[in-house]
């Protein structure tokens, strides 16, 4: 199960566990970049895990990829006429 909870500045995608074995882990998306974060019980806090939009992406592309190293290269989609 997960929810999807979308702000005015920023996003969350909470899931959880279905067979209680995990803590929930929550994706936070907003304009200075991603974060994961995951309550710790021996610690009594919160893991974070910051990275970048671009790593994101890569985590959810190399969920679908064979075994083996790889580099995406990131085409722009605009036209010339609309970045003039």
Known sequence: MFTN???YDHT?????????G????????????CFIRQYNEVENNM???VMSH???????????TKEGVFTVD???????????
């Open 5 to 7: 909870e979308f702000e």
């Open 12 to 20: 969350v995608t909470t899931v959880l566990d279905p067979d209680g």
């Open 54 to 64: 671009k790593m994101l992406n890569l985590i959810l592309i190399a969920m679908k």
């Open 22 to 33: 995990f803590e929930d882990v929550e994706l936070v998306i907003d304009d200075a970049g």
């Open 47 to 49: 893991d974070l895990i």
């Open 74 to 84: 990131y085409v722009s989609n605009k036209s010339q006429s609309e970045t003039k």
